[in-house]
């Protein structure tokens, strides 16, 4: 394949070792494309330790806005001799590697079809710095500077990005720009540039902005109304709690210094599922936030929640499972586990949310659909979603919005009920009506409790009150299905009676891959799931498709699965198309998987 | 089946200065094992909540699995209640009392809900100081498994089948001593007496209060081997005061005899009332109350009352500054920063 000239439309990859300071120069260069006004998609691939792995940071560029992983890296950008074959080894033919020439390649690494791009960066640093971990750290502003050259990048948005980021340590803004401009004039003294491809100024970004879906979650929290997290650490949620931590010191501190907010470390995931439990039961709105190995810890006071029916919000960002798998590589594989968590018949619901601005969206929904539904929801986010930066609408919020608690009795209340019973369908949703401890001196008090109970509260054992019980909690499922948020259908411009479900961040890519099969002459409808419980848009979509390729990022098909049991599909009619490789779906991926289905069933 | 207890009551009943009478305090009828210790205990918190004039809605009552988990329906019954899962009453408890810390929150748990399964949620509780009432209704045994030792079995005891503990026992009183708890104290459910001035003053202590109370098991540890039988305990006890707690606005009478009896007097101005009977201790010094807890259980003696008492540790609220109107208070206006700030926000990410 030749390179022609290609305008905002490459992948360059950056290839570092840990904690050396290379994240923040390769955000930088990220930040100064979409400045530019050219969508731009980041992902960090890193290992779970802290320092002296090799990490990886790919950003694609893409005109047509298209923000999914995509395979071939056009540039490759190593500073990390450790995974210097591999990095090689990754880069298109035609395509080209920048590396540190303070040290020279050894031949056997050198290869024919792509060209090599030395900067003796080190030599460049020693000779300008003296301080060793200032050398270090301006090596990599060394490379932004060659890359602005190479891909015609303006300096002028880089030096703005340096003045922002150092605005209070103004002293740091020379030297970082003086680190970028000899980068500049070591390209243009020494090497063939501009690439081929490279930077366009253009105006294709609109008013959105750039962040994590954690952080984006953590800020739902906030603007839900949560005023209670308990969590413990684990990859890839803890940014959840910390953000929720960071936002809250900056939103809720009053003016004496007292906060309107409680945040604490439990000692493991049980504890802190069952204050995040306890919180709510006692009518605060309070959250957990965890990855798969915490859920699996979290199943006994999941399925209490369920029966004892109290509200709890659960962030689950996905990782590679099972057991502690790839712990810092991306997955949808928790959903089974989720869907179904705890004993007994137990099932919740679930929201997927496939930008961040979805996690801060679908975060506040949670809030009020666990108070509404008074059970468990769980926000299913993945390490893709949560800890990579992406392109995404602004944050919105309407001062007229009030927060539905749900269906919670006042002391007036109370006094106006002839007889409260805790249990009782009084609107036949199978919703019941709750009191908070401490609302009324003699009326409305309960006991919450795990064990079978009859309509007005009082623990029994009686079967035709467990199985009535039992019956509610299903009709209480039933109007679960028509509250979640809805799946968003596309109708392809061709009628076609094949279909495309995903969901979360599968999104990106797909969407693509629809792109690319349409180009193809496959048409392909498509419904992107927003929630479980499916709602009956789902069922019809279903309904209207002969066959449907259902896409995720794990092994079994776990949504595939959910759908032919919830919906009673035949088997035949979905079919699989499963990435669980740790990294990102692309859409080259699924385009290839969905062609050779196609394919295969046409030549049968 | 399911429980309720007839509504008559007798017009005459005694009433305490909110007007309630002990009725007011009690809940449905107990559906334990006649003579088991855990009832007693139930009485002895209807009596000490009666006593302390406490509005029954300002209580939560909170427990794990066990017999002795099921308490809470049988007394408070105008109060809140969560029976939560096995050993995880200290979370559930720790999240209400983020919510609301303006409760009482009341815990009860077994010696098996505490001591193994939960042994990890009891430790951080006591590290963080929840401002709650923890009390253990120890009995050695799983009562509602029926009858395996448990981990505060004492080694060489005989359990009804015959079989002989080979493990040490957990010393849950000794444990919290450890882990810093404020308040901590040890009694029997046969000793009301004790039993009901220091639930008061474990509710009126602003900390994490743990009571570990000795409950026979009627059915499964009260046979003759048994070191947590009626009579064994009762044979091996030894108190280390009597005490009384003398709220705010009330005088110390000269019931209290000088010399014999030491006034310790809270922040708030009430008074807990010991009259000492062990000289070497003093409920103050930490040190002290280990040293005599480990003399105690050397020499086979069961040491019960407040064991140690400290109000200067600050809470779990105090640590965290949250502000003193209860989270589950506040409205949109405290919490939700509007439209405003998220635009500010947007402007920041860009
Ligand atoms: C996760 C879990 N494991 C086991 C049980 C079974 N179980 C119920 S009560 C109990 C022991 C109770 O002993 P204790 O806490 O000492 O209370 P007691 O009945 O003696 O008052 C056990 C093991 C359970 N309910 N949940
Ligand atoms: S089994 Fe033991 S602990 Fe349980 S109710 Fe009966 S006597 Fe009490
Ligand atoms: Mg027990």
């Not at chain 2, 300002?58 to 809470?72: F, L, Q, R, W, Y």
């Not at chain 2, 014999?260 to 109350?289: F, Y």
Request: charged letters at 20%; one cysteine or more; aromatic letters at 8%.
């Amino acid at each position: 394949m030749s390179h022609t000239s290609r305008t905002n439309d490459f992948v360059v990859r950056f290839a570092n070792v840990n904690g050396t300071g290379s994240a923040s120069a390769n955000l930088l260069f990220a930040k100064s494309i979409y400045r530019m006004g050219v969508p731009v998609s980041p992902k960090n691939i890193f290992p779970s330790n802290i320092q002296g792995l090799p990490t990886w940071y790919e950003v694609r560029v893409s005109e047509q806005g298209y923000l999914g992983r995509r395979d071939g890296v056009d540039l490759c950008v190593t500073v990390n001799p450790q995974s210097l074959v591999e990095d090689i080894r990754s880069v298109v033919p035609g395509g080209y590697l920048m590396y540190d020439s303070t040290k020279p390649l050894h031949e056997e690494m050198l290869r024919e079809d792509i060209t090599f791009l030395g900067i003796p960066m080190m030599q460049i640093c020693t000779a300008e710095y003296q301080d060793p971990r200032q050398r270090l750290l301006f090596k990599n502003m060394v490379y932004v500077g060659a890359l602005s050259a190479l891909l015609n990048i303006e300096f002028g948005v880089l030096e703005q990005l340096v003045s922002e980021q150092f605005a209070s340590k103004a002293k740091l803004i020379p030297p970082n720009i003086k680190a970028m401009q000899l980068g500049v004039d070591y390209v243009r003294e020494h090497l063939p540039h501009p690439l081929p491809f490279g930077v366009e100024r253009r105006d294709l970004i609109g008013d959105r902005v750039i962040i994590d879906g954690n952080s984006a979650c953590a800020l739902g929290a906030v603007y839900a109304g949560a005023t209670v997290a308990a969590w413990y650490p684990i990859t890839p949620s803890t940014s959840v709690a910390e953000a929720f931590d960071s936002y809250c010191s900056e939103l809720r501190v009053r003016p004496d210094g007292t906060r309107n907010y409680a945040i604490v470390q439990a000692e493991d995931e049980l504890a802190a599922i069952g204050m995040a439990i306890g919180a709510n039961w006692n009518g605060a709105r309070a959250f957990t936030a965890t990855s798969g190995p915490g859920v699996s810890l979290m199943n006994e006071f999941l399925g209490l929640a369920y029966f004892a029916e109290i509200p709890v919000v659960l962030i689950d960002v996905q990782r590679v499972g099972p057991s502690t798998g790839m712990p810092t590589r991306t997955q949808q594989s928790d959903l089974t586990l989720a869907a179904y968590a705890s004993h007994g018949d137990t099932k919740h619901p679930m929201l997927f949310p496939s930008t961040p601005t979805e996690c801060f969206d679908l975060t506040v929904a949670a809030f009020d659909l666990a108070d509404r539904l008074q059970t468990p929801i769980m926000v299913m986010t993945d390490l893709d979603l949560g800890m990579n930066d992406h392109l995404t609408a602004p944050f919105h919020w309407d001062d007229t919005r009030s927060l539905d608690l749900g269906k919670v009795l006042t002391a007036e209340d109370l006094d106006a009920l002839p007889k409260y019973g805790r249990y009782l369908d009084t609107d036949g949703d199978g919703i019941p009506y709750r009191t908070i401890p401490g609302t009324h001196p003699t009326k409305g008090a309960y006991v919450a409790r795990g064990t079978s109970r009859t309509r007005m509260g009082v623990y029994t054992e009686k079967s035709e009150d467990y199985q009535d019980n039992m019956e509610r909690l299903t009709l209480k499922w039933t109007t679960a299905q028509s509250l979640v948020p809805a799946a968003e259908i596309h109708h392809s411009a061709v009628p076609t009676r094949d279909g495309m479900l995903y969901f979360g961040t599968t999104t990106q890519a797909a969407m693509e891959a629809a792109d690319l099969l349409a180009a193809q002459g496959q048409p392909l409808d498509q419904c992107r799931l927003r929630a479980f419980p499916f709602g009956a848009d789902v069922a019809a979509f279903v309904e209207t498709h002969d066959r449907i390729f259902v896409v995720e990022q794990n092994r079994d098909g776990q949504m595939r699965q959910l759908l032919i049991a919830e919906l009673g599909i035949d088997p035949h009619r979905l079919v699989s198309v499963l990435n669980f490789d740790g990294k990102p779906i692309t859409a080259d991926f699924i385009t290839k998987s969905i062609t050779r289905s196609v394919t295969r069933s046409t030549t049968a | 089946m399911s429980y309720v207890k007839p509504a008559f009551r007798h017009p005459e009943l005694p009433r305490n200065e909110l007007g309630y009478t002990k009725h007011d305090y009690e809940g449905g009828l107990s559906t334990l094992c006649a003579g088991c210790g855990h009832d007693s205990i139930s009485a002895a918190i209807v009596q000490a909540c009666f006593e302390m004039n406490i509005e029954p809605h300002k209580v939560a009552k909170m427990s794990g699995i066990g017999c002795s988990s099921k308490t809470p329906a049988y007394y408070l019954g105008h109060s809140h209640g969560f029976n939560s899962v096995h050993g995880r009453m200290p979370s559930v408890t720790t999240g209400a009392y983020l919510a609301n810390r303006d409760l009482i929150y009341l815990g009860v748990s077994g010696d098996g809900d505490t001591a193994s399964i939960g042994m990890g949620q009891f430790v951080h509780a006591v590290r963080r100081n929840l401002n709650m009432v923890y009390i253990v209704m120890n009995n050695g045994c799983y009562g509602l498994t029926k009858g395996q030792d448990s981990a505060t079995a004492d080694v060489g005891s005989v359990s009804k089948a015959g079989s002989v503990n080979p493990f040490d026992a957990i010393d849950l009183a000794g444990l919290a001593l450890e882990l810093g708890g404020t308040f901590v104290a040890q009694s029997f459910s046969g000793d009301k007496h004790q039993l009901v001035p220091l639930l008061k003053a474990a509710m009126h202590h602003k900390g994490f209060s743990f009571i570990n109370v000795l409950s026979p098991c009627v059915t499964f540890n009260n046979n003759a081997g048994s070191t947590k039988s009626y009579d064994w305990v009762r044979d091996h006890m030894e108190a280390t005061a009597t005490i009384d707690l003398v709220p705010l606005r009330t005088e110390i009478t000269t019931a209290y005899d000088d010399g014999a009896h030491q006034s310790v007097e809270l922040h708030d101005g009430s008074t807990i009332v010991l009259e000492k009977l062990a000289h070497d201790w003093n409920p103050r010094d930490r040190n002290s109350a280990v040293r005599a807890l480990h003399a105690a259980r050397d020499e086979g003696r069961i040491l019960t009352g407040l064991l140690y008492m400290d109000e200067d540790r600050p809470n779990l609220h105090e640590i965290l500054h949250t502000t003193s109107e209860p989270l589950n208070k506040l409205t949109h206006v405290d919490l939700i920063p509007g439209a405003s700030a998220l635009e500010k926000i947007n402007a920041g990410l860009r």
